[in-house]
């Protein structure tokens, strides 16, 4: 009879761990498409239009993407997919040469899950309602979460699991008052080492969490978009007028930094340019509107320069723009030898820079991002000097042994390339 009441309590209790386990992963699941959405493909991705990369609601329905299988090839890596896929080599052709980041690390699950959040938001619309039309660019509404529900019915289930083990118990004693067994003395549930013991596991595993996910993000700055003190527009500068990066970040081609602008670079066109009357109306952030007339009068206080008497009337001084993009001071990284030997557009780390007004930081520069790219990214070896020296891979792509030669093969995840 004791060992048949000690086998119910069990059944019961694991009953209800399991069921409201069961609930918790549910809640999971149900936030994690979300979740690594935005952790992982926000950056590049829309549901509903064209950024970086392109819309991906209704992908389904495009190229090779209703096979599953293919699709896991392609986030996994890319750039072996792409070779012998000629949908996604037209992808890149048609998004500025960008080649998408591989994400290795993410599993056919979590994949799923991305796709299942796509599809669920791109078939409730912007809105909520219909889907968009063609061209359509209203930002999606924010998806309901069900967080808070799936909460409260795991702490009402955990309730009920509780109520039923004091059932057990006072079962139990009235039993054994009948049989007329001693009763022992009830340990209270503060007390019980069973609970002490659990409560520290949950307490350990929930802290080494948060304490590993804050030590990974210590540093980190993606979407970091600070007010600069003049509000200065790429969409309107690189986008609209088309002036090239590399006018105002020379040093992107010749050295190690990209160098930001002098005052006296901006002048070289503003001299002429006194008023801001042809292009599309500017926005900050927070919605209020910006006057371009009164931002390049701001450039002629810190220029000295007086615009009705076409010269220098004043003492100029530097214009203290806000760095956005920083790297530790135990990494090496040289832009000319990326931008000028690897060939790599300015978008493949700072995003889509022609429609941006005031920029922020697109990536979140970590290792793991920066490793990926070098797994992912082919070297340009054709007609490229820098490459002469590899004769071994020149001679294995003449006789079709291999196709291609990416960053890693060439070293480029060995730990002295970035750190020495």
């Given at each position: 009879?004791?060992?048949?009441?000690?086998?119910?309590?069990?059944?019961?209790?694991?009953?209800?761990?399991?069921?409201?386990?069961?609930?918790l992963?549910t809640?999971?699941?149900?936030?994690?498409g979300?979740?690594?959405?935005?952790?992982?493909?926000?950056?590049?991705?829309?549901?509903?239009?064209?950024?970086?990369?392109?819309?991906?609601?209704?992908?389904?329905?495009?190229?090779?993407?209703?096979?599953?299988?293919?699709?896991?090839a392609?986030?996994?890596?890319?750039?072996?997919?792409?070779?012998?896929?000629?949908?996604?080599?037209?992808?890149?052709?048609?998004?500025?040469?960008?080649?998408?980041?591989?994400?290795?690390?993410?599993?056919?699950?979590?994949?799923?899950?991305?796709?299942?959040?796509?599809?669920?938001?791109?078939?409730?619309?912007?809105?909520?309602?219909?889907?968009?039309a063609?061209?359509?660019?209203?930002?999606?509404?924010?998806?309901?979460?069900?967080?808070?529900?799936?909460?409260?019915l795991?702490?009402?289930?955990?309730?009920?699991?509780?109520?039923?083990?004091?059932?057990?118990?006072?079962?139990?004693?009235?039993?054994?008052?009948?049989?007329?067994?001693?009763?022992?003395?009830?340990?209270?549930?503060?007390?019980?080492?069973?609970?002490?013991?659990?409560?520290?596991?949950?307490?350990?595993?929930?802290?080494?969490?948060?304490?590993?996910?804050?030590?990974?993000?210590?540093?980190?700055h993606?979407?970091?978009?600070?007010?600069?003190?003049?509000?200065?527009?790429?969409?309107?500068?690189?986008?609209?007028?088309?002036?090239s990066?590399?006018?105002?970040?020379?040093?992107?081609?010749?050295?190690?930094?990209?160098?930001?602008?002098?005052?006296?670079?901006?002048?070289?066109?503003?001299?002429?340019?006194?008023?801001?009357?042809?292009?599309p109306?500017?926005?900050?952030?927070?919605?209020?509107?910006?006057?371009?007339?009164?931002?390049?009068?701001?450039?002629?206080?810190?220029?000295?320069?007086d615009?009705?008497?076409?010269?220098?009337?004043?003492?100029?001084?530097?214009?203290?723009?806000?760095?956005?993009?920083?790297?530790?001071?135990?990494?090496?990284?040289?832009?000319?030898?990326?931008?000028?030997?690897?060939?790599?557009?300015?978008?493949?780390?700072?995003?889509?820079?022609?429609?941006?007004?005031?920029?922020?930081?697109?990536?979140?520069?970590?290792?793991?991002?920066?490793?990926?790219?070098?797994?992912?990214?082919?070297?340009?070896?054709?007609?490229?000097?820098?490459?002469?020296?590899?004769?071994?891979?020149?001679?294995?792509?003449?006789?079709?042994?291999?196709?291609?030669?990416?960053?890693?093969?060439?070293?480029?995840?060995?730990?002295?390339?970035?750190?020495?």
């Open positions: 009879m004791s060992y048949q009441r000690s086998t119910v309590k069990k059944l019961i209790f694991g009953s209800a761990f399991v069921f409201s386990l069961s609930f992963v809640t999971a699941n149900a936030q994690d979300k979740a690594i959405f935005n952790s992982k493909c926000a950056a590049c991705h829309n549901v509903f239009k064209n950024s970086t990369g392109p819309a991906l609601g209704g992908m389904e329905d495009r190229g090779p993407w209703g096979d599953r299988k293919k699709l896991y392609w986030i996994h890596n890319p750039a072996a997919f792409m070779a012998n896929d000629p949908y996604t080599q037209g992808l890149k052709d048609s998004h500025n040469g960008i080649l998408m980041t591989g994400f290795p690390d993410l599993t056919e699950g979590e994949i799923d899950a991305i796709v299942d959040y796509v599809n669920t938001t791109f078939a409730a619309g912007p809105g909520g309602g219909a889907k968009p063609t061209g359509e660019t209203a930002a999606p509404e924010p998806k309901s979460d069900d967080t808070l529900l799936f909460g409260v795991t702490l009402i289930l955990a309730v009920i699991a509780l109520t039923l083990l004091q059932v057990n118990s006072n079962l139990k004693k009235m039993t054994d008052d009948k049989e007329g067994i001693p009763a022992s003395e009830p340990v209270p549930f503060y007390r019980n080492k069973m609970y002490i013991a659990l409560g520290i596991i949950v307490l350990f595993l929930v802290g080494g969490y948060y304490t590993i996910q804050g030590a990974i993000g210590l540093g980190r993606q979407n970091y978009e600070p007010e600069q003190p003049i509000f200065y527009s790429h969409k309107v500068h690189a986008g609209i007028n088309q002036i990066c590399l006018y105002c970040h020379g040093g992107a081609q010749e050295g190690k930094s990209a160098n930001i602008p002098a005052v006296n670079v901006c002048m070289n066109c503003h001299m002429a340019i006194n008023e801001y009357t042809k292009g109306q500017l926005f900050r952030p927070d919605g209020s509107e910006v006057n371009g007339t009164a931002e390049i009068q701001k450039l002629y206080s810190y220029a000295g320069w615009p009705d008497k076409k010269q220098y009337t004043g003492e100029g001084k530097p214009i203290e723009w806000e760095r956005i993009h920083n790297l530790p001071d135990h990494v090496y990284f040289n832009h000319s030898q990326h931008v000028v030997v690897g060939q790599q557009q300015c978008q493949t780390c700072h995003g889509n820079i022609t429609e941006m007004d005031e920029v922020h930081q697109f990536a979140d520069l970590s290792m793991g991002w920066c490793v990926n790219c070098h797994r992912d990214t082919k070297v340009q070896f054709t007609d490229n000097k820098f490459y002469s020296i590899y004769e071994k891979f020149h001679e294995d792509i003449r006789n079709k042994k291999i196709d291609s030669v990416t960053v890693e093969m060439i070293g480029g995840i060995e730990c002295q390339k970035c750190h020495y």
